[in-house]
């Protein structure tokens, strides 16, 4: 057997630490490949939105506000998809929904004449608006924003293509089955939460939180 000399030298032994701490995840070159080759996609997506906040000063609701509509992000995306579909005050309805989804959805319940209907087409355009907010971010990523309750059945929705034919019925089925099975009033608010969260990729807190009591806790629910 060959004598190898071992290298003592100082970058030797640094790389051979940091070699030794990767292969606690990754103990196999395949596993190793395949978080390079995951990590290089990554960094050829587009970049997230960021969104920056000061001067909290314990402002609750128009805090709230703000992290509701995302400074206007959402009403952006809103337009972007129906500027030519649907009428501003259609659209600023729908932005509405989305940043106050339960107060939006009961006023709707005392209004509409045929609340299925209403169900039905909210449910579409939302949908619409998690596969525009999602198309950024990696499965995994949006995975793991999702509702536990629902998670299984809006991952189906989001990668869905309705336009296909062999598959239209499919995707009609489920929106129909949760109207029908009583739970298009929880599934709207799950949507709209959802577009909240991943309009934005992250959130940066620029000064003192720390006594600021409902705002901390709003935060902290997030998260």
Not at 26 to 44: F, G, H, R, S, V
Request: proline share 3%; glycine share 4%.
């Amino acid at each position: 057997m060959p004598y190898i000399e071992e290298d003592s030298s100082q970058e030797f032994q640094d790389k051979l630490k940091y070699l030794k701490l990767l292969s606690n995840n990754y103990p196999t070159i395949a596993d190793a490949c395949t978080e390079i080759i995951n990590l290089q996609a990554i960094l050829n997506l587009p970049k997230g939105t960021e969104h920056f906040l000061s001067d909290i000063h314990g402002e609750y609701e128009p805090f709230i506000h703000v992290l509701n509509n995302a400074s206007g992000v959402i009403k952006r995306k809103v337009d972007d998809i129906f500027k030519n579909i649907l009428s501003q005050k259609e659209r600023k309805s729908l932005a509405t929904l989305i940043y106050y989804p339960e107060q939006k959805i009961e006023l709707e319940l005392k209004g509409q004449q045929n609340i299925e209907d209403w169900y039905k087409i909210t449910l579409y355009r939302l949908i619409d608006m998690c596969r525009y907010a999602s198309s950024k971010y990696t499965r995994s990523k949006v995975r793991k924003a999702l509702p536990v309750d629902f998670a299984y059945i809006i991952e189906e929705l989001l990668h869905e293509q309705p336009d296909r034919l062999d598959k239209e019925k499919y995707y009609e089925e489920i929106v129909k089955t949760i109207i029908r099975v009583g739970r298009a009033k929880e599934f709207i608010v799950a949507l709209s939460k959802l577009i909240q969260r991943l309009v934005i990729d992250r959130l940066h807190i620029i000064g003192d939180i720390f006594d600021r009591g409902q705002v901390l806790i709003s935060l902290w629910i997030r998260l």
